[in-house]
């Protein structure tokens, strides 16, 4: 009964495995880490980020861990994978020591659950070891349009060279999945190819190394969508042409999309509707006859827009209307006319001639009406008138004339050469000529005469004269002088009153000169020209004339002439003038007065007063009176100035022009600074320039100087000194006296500048060095030099790093003790300040008055020292320093003075340089350096004749020469010598002796004192030929 049960068995097991192998297929699983997070290095004040990935099913939950408890706090931020595979852990800032610690990230699901752990380093600034990541240019805002290309810049360094990864949004940028449309190129930049809205957003670049991390600042990209309306970028414009002519119109316009352009002529297409270009379309206009307007029409999907063009086709303007006259007076005509044109007139000319003149017409330009007044006229002449129109072609055709006379008007004036002369002792003739501008017809004319001109015209007797020129005046007094005026008068009124004409009641007396005139013909002279009276005899003419209204009245006898010229006048003078005719019975009534300036001339003096003063740095201004007013010869009609620097870069000379005569000062500017200038004045006339002025020297203003300082050099002289030297900046960059410098220095750590800049002042033109002491051993320092004026700090120089040593020892306790066996003991003691185990000493010692002195190193056990060979007499210098590792400290100075004896050696070398027959020249040297003991203060010389053993002569040698001449000896004898030194104790001995021989008294030969030295006795002689 067990069979078939078994049978079951057997056939159901292949149904369960297929079961559970289905079951298993879509069964659950644990979380798989596919990315896991790595230790990192960061630094304090920046940025950690851990990612962390994982798969499964169900999708596996990420949880971030610190120290076992879920990570909660204001400065860690969890951002999820878009795709939900996991998270970032973020942390800024970072702080040390709280944020270092194991970072555990959990991921788990109903299956399973998993973790991986990572450390987080923080670093403060100064535990950054060296090739930590730097980030040397990190990305920028961006702003590009979609579809448009992308490039995030990022440049780093470290050792070793870091590697660059890209955070988008604080996620991971992935650059493998997206076709190769974000790449990071080789530059360590990210590149974005066919932009979309979806790559906006912040970026940040960071850069790895063993040595740590480094994240740059975050920089946001926007990708921009246009959408744009068309509209005009280059609008068609209006154009003129003349008949027949082409043109071409342009019209642009841009969008986004970018829009269709076509022309149309009011309903017509002008533009095929399968041939319409994007963007730009030209019409193309020939032989064009009539003005019209062009439409262009620019459309897209956002909208139309349309702008018109006008085509005008020019001519000239037809001829005006005949002019109508609508008012007249004695100087006007007004005129109206018709425009005679359909088109714009851009303005009238109105013509105007006296009729029946072969004068060219006359024209007013610019009338914008049809109605003008056209004044000026003279009354009572006849004028034609016509009128042109003109447009921006040019100007057309006159209309008709139109001819008028203007209105008559008294005589504007008097009746011309009126002249009088006597018929007898109580009748005069009087005779004119008719006005030069009569303006009407002239009725006639009123004679008035007296014998008291300064009575009013209206007291004086009148003659009325209907129509003549010519009239006799009778039952006047004899022996009298009578005044005589005439006038014109028309319909409308009378004249001006001719000049007053005298004459006397006498016969035979000759009457007034006609036509009087001046006229000036150079700066220095004028010519008077007059007519003779009529029917007199006359012996000569009497010039009264002076310099002005109260000038002192001169007198001239001329020949019976009709002219004189009058000369040795002063230039631009006003001077009157009378006129009187003799004849044997008398002198004549003379003319009016009149006047005559003469011509201008060049000034004959400078302007006066000549002043300068100098504002700024750059610029003087010149003051200036003008010359004495007689010595101006003429009207001053502008000024000129001429200046030239002395001591600058432009020595050229220059010139200004035409300054008003108004003027009296000028400012002359873009001048040298700190330059001597020499500057004059001149005074001109229509006729020339007068003499310059004395010049004067003036500097312009200092400023700061616009050059540093050169050569600038910085030695570290220890550890907590520099010497600073340096050179005056270029004297053209000066500007100025130079009143000092100043030496601005900074601590410089990594680079940049630390703690208060600092200076120093040195108030000396002349220097050019400084020793800045106080520094800090073994640091750096950045120098700069500025020379100041009185107007402030120039320029600084280039900065000059320099390190200053590490410290060395402080100076040394230094004993000097002088023996009397010309040895001095030097003894010392170890400095206060060592700065680690001393390494020796050295000495340096020897005579202040010689160059080089004696060095010598001891080691740092020794504390003592004899010197040796100490003279007497001389000051000597010992300088002792302590040397540690770094090197030689300071130097401690001491001096001694050893007291002066006498000599105790002889002057050497004491020879002949030459002789005569009555004179030996000798020279000897110092005494040995050691011998001498002291300053020599003088020599002795001893000598005496060999052949007189008790007569020695002695002679002092002061001041303490070399060299002596021994004078007054006897030819041709020999003379035995010998010489020493002084100090002021006394004299050292003398020197060996030496002979020298006078020459014999020969005239005829030449000898030459030989001297040779032979076992310690020199014996002189000479050779003659």
């Not at 402080?810 to 400095?831: D, F």
């Not at 009555?918 to 020599?939: C, D, F, H």
């Amino acid at each position: 009964m067990l069979v078939p049960s078994c049978r079951t068995m057997h056939v159901v097991r292949p149904v369960v495995v297929l079961l559970c192998l289905l079951l298993y297929a879509d069964a659950e699983t644990p979380p798989k880490f596919t990315r896991t997070p790595v230790d990192q290095t960061g630094v304090s004040g920046g940025v950690a980020s851990f990612i962390c990935q994982a798969t499964g099913d169900p999708r596996p939950k990420i949880v971030w861990n610190k120290k076992g408890k879920k990570v909660s706090n204001q400065r860690f931020e969890v951002i999820e994978f878009d795709d939900g595979s996991g998270s970032v852990l973020r942390i800024q800032p970072l702080r040390t020591p709280r944020d270092e610690a194991i970072y555990e990230c959990v991921a788990s699901n109903s299956v399973g659950e998993i973790s991986v752990s990572t450390r987080l380093t923080v670093l403060r600034e100064d535990q950054i070891p060296r090739g930590f990541p730097t980030i040397d240019m990190g990305p920028q805002l961006k702003v590009v349009e979609r579809t448009r290309t992308a490039t995030m810049l990022c440049a780093a360094s470290g050792n070793p060279d870091p590697e660059i990864t890209w955070f988008k949004d604080f996620l991971p940028v992935d650059t493998s999945n997206n076709n190769g449309r974000i790449k990071q190129l080789r530059s360590g930049a990210l590149q974005i190819e066919l932009s979309e809205e979806s790559d906006q957003g912040k970026y940040e670049c960071v850069a790895t190394n063993s040595a740590g991390t480094r994240y740059s600042a975050p920089a946001n990209l926007y990708v921009r969508v246009r959408r744009v309306p068309p509209r005009f970028s280059i609008p068609p414009t209006n154009h003129e042409i003349m008949p027949g002519g082409s043109v071409n119109i342009t019209c642009v316009a841009v969008g986004s999309p970018m829009p269709y352009v076509k022309w149309m002529l009011g309903a017509e297409d002008l533009t095929p509707e399968d041939d319409m270009p994007i963007g730009r379309n030209v019409l193309e206009l020939n032989d064009v006859r009539q003005s019209a307007n062009y439409t262009c029409v620019a459309m897209s999907t956002l909208g139309v827009i349309e702008a018109i063009a006008q085509i005008t086709v020019k001519a000239l303007p037809k001829p005006p209307g005949t002019p109508v006259v609508t008012e007249s007076t004695a100087t006007s005509i007004t005129l109206t006319w018709d425009s005679g044109n359909p088109e714009p007139v851009s303005y009238y000319i109105i013509q105007h001639k006296p009729k029946n003149s072969e004068e060219p017409y006359k024209e007013i330009d610019g009338v914008a009406t049809t109605r003008y007044s056209v004044a000026g006229l003279s009354p009572y002449s006849e004028y034609e008138f016509r009128v042109v129109a003109v447009n921006n072609i040019g100007r057309g055709p006159p209309s008709e004339p139109v001819s008028t006379r203007t209105s008559e008007q008294a005589p504007s004036s008097a009746p011309r050469n009126v002249q009088a002369r006597m018929l007898s002792s109580t009748t005069i003739l009087v005779q004119w000529e008719e006005p030069e501008e009569p303006n009407g017809q002239i009725q006639g004319y009123r004679v008035y005469y007296t014998m008291d001109p300064t009575q009013h015209v209206n007291s004086w007797m009148k003659h009325n004269v209907a129509d003549s020129h010519i009239t006799t005046i009778g039952n006047l007094v004899p022996q009298k002088t009578y005044s005589v005026k005439v006038l014109a008068f028309t319909s409308v009124g009378d004249g001006p009153l001719s000049s007053d004409i005298q004459v006397i009641t006498q016969t035979g007396v000759p009457g007034q000169p006609l036509n009087f005139k001046a006229e000036p013909e150079s700066e220095t002279s004028i010519l008077l020209s007059w007519t003779p009276p009529r029917s007199d005899t006359i012996s000569s003419y009497e010039l009264v004339y002076k310099d002005g209204e109260h000038g002192e009245e001169q007198r001239v006898s001329t020949e019976p002439t009709t002219s004189y010229r009058l000369q040795g006048l002063r230039p631009n003078s006003l001077y009157l003038f009378r006129l009187a005719a003799r004849s044997p019975q008398g002198l004549g009534a003379s003319t009016a007065e009149i006047s005559a300036r003469t011509m201008q001339s060049k000034p004959s003096a400078p302007p006066q007063d000549i002043s300068c003063t100098s504002p700024s740095s750059t610029s003087i201004l010149v003051s200036w009176k003008p010359p004495p007013v007689e010595k101006q010869n003429g009207i001053i009609t502008a000024y000129s100035i001429k200046y030239i620097g002395i001591d600058g870069e432009d020595v050229k000379p220059h010139e200004i022009l035409g300054i008003s005569s108004d003027s009296t000062q000028y400012l002359l500017e873009q001048l040298e600074k700190w330059t001597e200038y020499r500057i004059s004045v001149t005074a001109h006339t229509d006729v020339g320039p007068g003499p310059e002025s004395l010049a004067v020297l003036i500097r312009t203003d200092e400023d700061v100087p616009s050059g540093p300082p050169r050569k600038v050099e910085v030695e570290a002289v220890n550890s907590t000194a520099v010497k600073v030297s340096w050179r005056s900046p270029v004297p053209n960059k000066q500007h100025g006296q130079i009143r000092g410098y100043q030496v601005h220095y900074v601590r410089m750590e990594n680079g940049e500048s630390k703690g208060q800049p600092m200076l120093k002042d040195i108030m000396l033109a002349d220097a050019q060095e400084m020793i800045i002491s106080g520094l800090q051993p073994e640091t750096t320092y950045s120098f700069t030099v500025t020379a100041y004026t009185t107007k402030g700090d120039g320029a600084r120089s280039k900065p000059k790093l320099v390190s200053t040593t590490g410290a060395v020892p402080g100076k040394p306790r230094l004993v000097i003790s002088h023996t009397q066996m010309n040895t001095a003991l030097i003894q010392w003691h170890p400095p206060v300040e060592t700065f680690g185990p001393l390494q020796g000493y050295r000495l340096k010692f020897g005579r202040k008055d010689m160059d080089t002195l004696t060095i010598m190193e001891f080691s740092e056990k020794e504390d003592h020292f004899t010197a040796t060979d100490i003279h007497k007499g001389a000051s000597y210098v010992f300088r002792l320093s302590a040397r540690n590792k770094v090197g030689f400290g300071e130097e401690m100075v001491k001096e001694i003075s050893v007291p002066e004896e006498v000599p105790s050696g002889f002057p050497q070398n004491l020879h002949s340089e030459s002789s005569t027959s009555t004179s030996v020249q000798l020279t000897w040297q110092m005494p040995l350096l050691a011998e001498r003991n002291g300053i020599i203060t003088k020599y002795t010389i001893l000598y005496r004749d060999i052949n007189v053993a008790y007569q020695p002569v002695e002679l002092a040698v002061v001041p303490a020469d070399t060299t002596m001449t021994l004078s007054g000896l006897k030819p041709d004898t020999t003379y035995d010598v010998k010489v020493r030194a002084h100090t002021s104790k006394g004299p050292g001995p003398y020197s060996p002796s030496v002979q020298f021989r006078t020459l014999p008294v020969d005239q005829g030969r030449i000898c030459l004192l030989m001297a040779l030295t032979f076992k310690g006795v020199s014996v002189c002689g000479y050779q003659c030929f």
